[in-house]
């Protein structure tokens, strides 16, 4: 017992001991913080020399460019193994890059000394700088170098020109209108009475309206408070007029015509119309529409009829419009291939009118008339003819903001 006793004591106290001696060694391998140890970070230089794109050089943007525009520099000078970063700073004539039109990382994610941009990328920026298409601009530029916050910014500045890619700068909103106005026109010139071209889809507009042989006619809008002109090249290519011009356009024939143009695509169509009629296809029968103005076709006092069939001894009443466009007789119906019959509570929307695709089944996706308003009299042979006449109206306008057509009981209404 006396001997575990002891045995023990001497097992303490040879831990003691090495601890001790642990401790004194630890704090003789660990002297502390010694700056020799540590690189040190230097600020970086500013770049003092532009190498490429740098003295005025013009380039003209293409989206059909394959060779990117570069922006070079000589590197800031290297102190050991210290990384510097670098960004572009680029600026307009007249700005002093405090607020830099953009500010770009250079290549690699600001590792390289160049910039390269694609002609997108370019006539973006231009965008930015508020270029317009199709002229020139200059863009200056900087760049700084960095190293974490650190930074140092080149006092020289390089530039360089770009001539904007073709489009059209001002596209008018949903809620911002297109006309058609100037002499050859309807309004004759009158601003205040320009007609409206529908809205068809984003940048894409229509009208359909009589025009002037070789008299001069404009689209116009007012964008963002900005009034804006819309001309035609002598390429055909849509284009928006800029300050100080007065391009406008003409046709060679007087007529009537759908106009569609496409600003995003910068396209312009023109369709002349000719005859335009309702088409009983029972019976065949035919009432030759007048052209009313700004888009409208009409005839007042009309008297309809139907034809009774083997399967409608009451009459058939499905009738479409028809309109000769380039020669080509076109139908208008029903957006339903088989709409049943309209009464004076229906909703307007029946009568949206819709072109339909040649060779369309003629009895297809037809109107039928309104039993409440016609009031038809007694048979005549085969035919029913209405007691009370109407005015017809087709609106290829914008009036409704959509084409479509009404029928209204006439002011008279006599046998």
Same mark, same amino acid.
């Given at each position: 017992?006396? %001997?575990?006793?002891?045995?023990?004591?001497?097992?303490?106290?040879?831990?003691?001991?090495?601890?001790?001696?642990?401790?004194?060694?630890?704090?003789?391998?660990?002297?502390?913080?010694?700056?020799?140890?540590?690189?040190?970070?230097?600020?970086?230089?500013?770049?003092?020399? !532009?190498?490429?794109?740098?003295?005025?050089?013009?380039?003209?943007? #293409?989206?059909?460019?394959?060779?990117?525009?570069?922006?070079?520099? *000589?590197?800031?000078?290297?102190?050991?193994?210290?990384?510097?970063?670098?960004?572009?700073?680029?600026?307009?004539?007249?700005?002093?890059?405090?607020?830099?039109?953009?500010?770009?990382?250079?290549?690699?994610?600001?590792? @390289?000394?160049? =910039?390269?941009?694609?002609?997108?990328?370019?006539?973006?920026?231009?965008?930015?700088?508020?270029?317009?298409?199709?002229? %020139?601009?200059?863009?200056?530029?900087?760049?700084?170098?960095?190293?974490?916050?650190?930074?140092? =910014?080149?006092?020289?500045?390089?530039?360089?020109?770009?001539?904007? !890619?073709?489009?059209?700068?001002?596209?008018?909103?949903?809620?911002?209108?297109?006309?058609?106005?100037?002499?050859?026109?309807?309004?004759?010139?009158?601003?205040?009475?320009?007609?409206? !071209?529908?809205?068809?889809? @984003?940048?894409?507009?229509?009208?359909?309206?009589?025009?002037?042989?070789?008299?001069?006619?404009?689209?116009?809008?007012?964008?963002?408070?900005?009034?804006?002109?819309?001309?035609?090249?002598?390429?055909?290519?849509?284009?928006?007029?800029?300050?100080?011009?007065?391009?406008?356009?003409?046709?060679?024939? /007087?007529?009537?015509?759908?106009?569609?143009?496409?600003?995003?695509?910068? +396209?312009? #169509?023109?369709?002349?119309?000719?005859?335009?009629?309702?088409?009983?296809?029972?019976?065949?029968?035919?009432?030759?529409?007048?052209?009313?103005?700004?888009?409208?076709?009409?005839?007042?006092?009309?008297?309809?009829?139907?034809?009774?069939?083997?399967?409608?001894?009451?009459?058939? *009443?499905?009738?479409?419009?028809? !309109?000769?466009?380039?020669?080509?007789?076109?139908?208008?119906?029903?957006?339903?291939?088989?709409?049943?019959?309209?009464?004076?509570?229906?909703?307007?929307?029946?009568?949206?009118?819709?072109?339909?695709?040649?060779? +369309?089944?003629?009895?297809?996706? /037809?109107?039928?008339?309104?039993?409440?308003?016609?009031?038809?009299?007694?048979?005549? @042979?085969?035919?029913?003819?209405?007691?009370?006449?109407?005015?017809? *109206?087709?609106?290829?306008?914008?009036?409704?903001?959509?084409? *479509?057509?009404?029928?209204?009981? #006439? @002011?008279? %209404?006599?046998?």
């Amino acid at each position: 017992m006396r %001997n575990n006793m002891i045995t023990k004591k001497l097992i303490k106290f040879a831990l003691l001991f090495f601890l001790i001696g642990l401790t004194a060694c630890d704090n003789k391998l660990n002297p502390g913080f010694d700056p020799d140890d540590y690189e040190p970070i230097v600020p970086p230089e500013p770049v003092r020399t !532009m190498d490429a794109m740098a003295s005025g050089e013009r380039v003209v943007l #293409s989206g059909a460019s394959l060779t990117d525009i570069a922006l070079k520099w *000589t590197p800031t000078e290297k102190h050991g193994n210290t990384v510097y970063r670098y960004e572009v700073l680029i600026d307009t004539i007249g700005g002093d890059f405090t607020k830099p039109v953009e500010t770009i990382f250079s290549d690699n994610n600001g590792l @390289e000394s160049q =910039l390269t941009l694609t002609h997108y990328q370019a006539n973006t920026i231009g965008k930015l700088a508020k270029f317009r298409c199709n002229t %020139n601009g200059t863009l200056r530029w900087k760049v700084r170098a960095y190293c974490g916050l650190d930074q140092a =910014l080149s006092s020289l500045e390089g530039y360089f020109v770009i001539f904007m !890619m073709d489009g059209i700068d001002d596209m008018p909103s949903e809620n911002e209108p297109v006309y058609i106005t100037g002499v050859g026109t309807e309004d004759d010139g009158d601003e205040a009475e320009a007609q409206q !071209m529908l809205r068809q889809n @984003e940048g894409i507009y229509q009208t359909f309206t009589q025009l002037k042989a070789d008299q001069p006619f404009i689209f116009m809008s007012t964008v963002e408070g900005r009034k804006c002109y819309y001309y035609v090249d002598d390429n055909g290519v849509l284009r928006e007029r800029n300050d100080g011009e007065d391009y406008t356009v003409t046709v060679p024939q /007087s007529g009537i015509y759908r106009i569609t143009i496409n600003m995003g695509e910068q +396209t312009i #169509s023109y369709d002349e119309i000719g005859a335009v009629y309702l088409y009983n296809h029972s019976g065949g029968y035919r009432q030759d529409f007048n052209y009313l103005g700004y888009g409208k076709w009409g005839v007042k006092n009309y008297t309809a009829r139907k034809q009774t069939e083997s399967w409608a001894g009451s009459g058939e *009443t499905r009738h479409s419009f028809k !309109m000769e466009i380039n020669g080509t007789t076109y139908r208008w119906g029903h957006k339903e291939k088989d709409k049943g019959q309209p009464n004076l509570t229906t909703d307007n929307s029946y009568y949206n009118l819709y072109q339909l695709a040649l060779g +369309t089944d003629p009895w297809d996706y /037809s109107f039928r008339f309104c039993d409440e308003l016609l009031q038809w009299g007694e048979k005549q @042979e085969n035919v029913y003819y209405a007691t009370v006449k109407t005015d017809v *109206t087709l609106y290829f306008n914008a009036e409704f903001g959509t084409y *479509t057509h009404r029928w209204v009981a #006439s @002011e008279t %209404n006599e046998d």
